[in-house]
């Protein structure tokens, strides 16, 4: 091929390669939304059996406030009334001690005038001590403060 030629078509043959190197100038078809699958079919059916259940008739458990943990030993005076939020925390032949969760000076005067109320009598026995008597009952009391509670130790 003659030069000539081939310099009067180069224009041509670098506009056939840039157009196959960049795709052409055609344009890519639109893309067509995936075909929608059939609707599934309805079908009624019955309220499940606990649609009905009324729930204001349901028995509810109902707990007395718990006021002690802990499971005292069979001497121990049942009559003998325990601070609020105690728990039995040690136990012996004799003797438990209790662990109330606040300070010492918000236990000792309500639980002196709890057992008042019940009818025991209070007699001092020493630095924060006292004898504990209900008709044949005796029971020596001692509170002490542990960390930021109370440490009550009940000798029966």
């Given at each position: 091929?003659?030069?000539?030629?081939?310099?009067?078509?180069a224009?041509?043959?670098?506009?056939?390669?840039l157009?196959?190197?960049?795709?052409?100038d055609?344009?890519?078809?639109?893309?067509?939304?995936?075909?929608?699958?059939?609707?599934l079919?309805?079908?009624?059916?019955?309220?499940?059996?606990?649609?009905?259940?009324?729930?204001t008739?349901?028995?509810?458990?109902?707990?007395?406030?718990?006021?002690?943990?802990?499971?005292?030993?069979?001497g121990?005076?049942?009559?003998?009334?325990?601070p609020?939020?105690?728990?039995?925390?040690d136990q012996?032949?004799?003797?438990v001690?209790?662990?109330v969760?606040?300070?010492?000076?918000?236990?000792?005067?309500?639980?002196?005038?709890?057992l008042?109320?019940?009818?025991?009598?209070?007699?001092?026995?020493?630095?924060r001590?006292?004898s504990?008597?209900?008709?044949a009952?005796?029971?020596?009391?001692?509170?002490?403060?542990?960390?930021p509670?109370?440490?009550?130790?009940?000798?029966?």
């Amino acid at each position: 091929m003659p030069r000539r030629t081939l310099l009067r078509h180069a224009p041509l043959v670098a506009a056939l390669l840039l157009a196959v190197a960049c795709g052409g100038d055609r344009a890519e078809p639109p893309r067509k939304a995936p075909p929608k699958a059939a609707d599934l079919p309805t079908e009624d059916v019955a309220p499940p059996p606990d649609a009905r259940v009324d729930l204001t008739r349901d028995r509810q458990e109902h707990r007395k406030a718990e006021t002690f943990s802990g499971v005292l030993p069979g001497g121990f005076p049942k009559t003998l009334p325990l601070p609020p939020q105690a728990s039995l925390v040690d136990q012996g032949p004799g003797w438990v001690e209790l662990l109330v969760p606040r300070h010492p000076a918000e236990v000792q005067a309500p639980y002196l005038d709890l057992l008042r109320r019940h009818g025991w009598t209070l007699e001092p026995a020493g630095e924060r001590a006292w004898s504990v008597r209900h008709d044949a009952t005796r029971v020596r009391l001692e509170i002490r403060a542990q960390g930021p509670s109370t440490r009550l130790r009940l000798a029966y």
